[in-house]
């Protein structure tokens, strides 16, 4: 009986660690980028939804942060989206946010795309720069608009 609480525990604890704004079932983050001392990840998820007869795929760009620097620092970030076969890039959005020292800001919404679903994938990118620092590379992550 011990061992079934602590497995409830465990899993109330996963639970309540999903930040409240990365709504979606799973967040996918792709390889880091820096600008300054702040590490930066661009993340993209995908759900499911129904317009009438019509399937979509809310797609959602977030950006995370981690400050490796003994100070707090501003952030500004911006997110792009594409369909990866022929695509061209559209600004999702942008935003700026505070990344205390040493910590990080999880998965923060840049912005987002309703897209009919296809057998296509999508991907989106996001760069950040940090007060006083260069833009930083490319950040990127994709997709499956459509899989299960």
């Avoid at 800001?105 to 007060?131: L, M, N, Q, W």
């Amino acid at each position: 009986m011990g061992h079934i609480g602590t497995i409830l525990g465990a899993t109330a604890l996963t639970v309540l660690a999903v930040p409240t704004n990365a709504h979606a079932a799973a967040v996918a983050c792709g390889g880091g980028v820096s600008t300054g001392r702040v590490a930066v990840n661009g993340c993209i998820s995908a759900q499911r939804g129904k317009e009438g007869r019509i399937h979509t795929r809310e797609i959602t760009a977030y950006i995370k942060a981690r400050n490796t620097g003994p100070r707090a620092v501003n952030v500004s970030y911006e997110a792009f989206f594409r369909v990866v076969d022929g695509g061209h890039w559209v600004k999702l959005g942008s935003g700026r946010t505070h990344v205390p020292a040493g910590g990080t800001v999880e998965p923060t919404e840049v912005g987002s795309s309703t897209r009919v679903c296809g057998p296509v994938k999508v991907e989106i990118r996001v760069h950040a720069r940090a007060d006083g620092a260069a833009w930083s590379g490319w950040s990127t992550a994709g997709t499956a608009q459509c899989q299960t």
